[in-house]
């Protein structure tokens, strides 16, 4: 009887909801959302056409944002936190279509901000779950890269990641949700490394619309100029990190076993 008391404490996680219905209410959730997902592109409901016609006519897009006036820039800052939940689509397309819809500036604010609410509720999800599900939710590859992060609190680290292309910065912000980083810094940080990369797209998107293309070339050549160092050095990089990580761990594990032995 004592055992059963104890074990089914053990299966409860500092909420105090035990681990397996925390699971069956993920679970269930996701289940009801892609049951409907699927009811509407079967029976080809207006709604499942409508969204179809958006992705794919970018013209009628732009006029059916104009016709939404001030919830135009709300429906785009929505998309951009989506694609970072769920990635519908790649967030590239999405910050084209900021600068495309609204210009450079504009789009990119817009695009900062649906980053940022996105980013905060991937890392609050992957707080909510706990290691165990965030683990089975990335590849084996990514964890073994990345993994080391669930131990890192630094700021200058979840900047640099972010700032990096070729990194998967939308799973990493359910990494960063199971580290010892409060929320307010990876809002924060996360943020600001997302930006150079989120001007570029929505400067792209911008002078696209204009029709001004050889800006949108000098635009890409500079950006590639830029990036290409950091995309070719990126996992040198992170393996510095993660070795600066397993030393500062070993150095914490090294004085607490003096401790423990004593003088």
């Known amino acids: 009887m004592t055992g059963g008391v104890n074990g089914d404490a053990a299966s409860k ?3 105090g909801m035990s681990t397996r219905t ?12 892609v049951a409907y997902c699927a009811w509407l592109v079967w029976t080809n409901a207006p709604a499942y056409q409508f969204l179809v016609r958006l992705y794919v006519d970018k013209h009628f897009l732009k006029r059916t944002l104009r016709e939404w006036g001030v919830l135009a820039p709300v429906v785009f800052i929505l998309l951009q936190a989506l694609q970072v939940i769920i990635s519908p689509i790649p967030g590239e397309a999405t910050g084209i279509l900021g600068g495309y819809l609204f210009g450079q500036w504009l789009g990119l604010v817009y695009s900062t901000i649906g980053l940022t609410v996105g980013s905060v509720v991937a ?5 909510w779950l706990g290691a165990h599900y965030v683990k089975n939710l990335v590849s084996a590859e990514t964890w073994n890269r990345l993994g080391f992060i669930v131990e890192a609190e630094g700021a200058v680290l ?4 972010y700032l990096i292309p070729g990194l998967p910065k939308d799973i990493v912000c359910y990494l960063f949700g199971i580290s010892p980083m409060p929320l307010w810094v990876f809002a924060l940080v996360s943020g600001l490394g997302r930006i150079p990369g989120t001007w570029v797209l929505s400067a792209q998107g911008a002078h696209t619309a204009a029709g001004d293309y050889l ?6 050549a500079v950006a590639v100029a830029g990036a290409l160092p950091l995309y ?20 914490a594990n090294g004085g607490l076993d003096r401790e423990k032995q004593g003088p």
């Not at 890392?123 to 707080?127: A, D, L, P, Q, Y």
């Not at 979840?158 to 990641?161: L, S, T």
């Not at 800006?215 to 890409?220: A, D, G, N, T």
């Not at 070719?232 to 150095?251: D, E, K, L």
Request: aromatic share 16%.
């Open 123 to 127: 890392f609050w999800i992957g707080r």
């Open 232 to 251: 070719y050095y990126r996992h040198r990089i992170v393996a510095w990190f993660h070795g600066r990580s397993a030393a500062r761990a070993a150095r």
């Open 22 to 33: 925390r699971w069956a209410i993920v679970a269930g959730v996701c289940g009801l959302i």
């Open 158 to 161: 979840c900047f640099i990641i």
């Open 13 to 15: 996680e500092p909420g």
């Open 215 to 220: 800006q949108v070339i000098l635009v890409s």
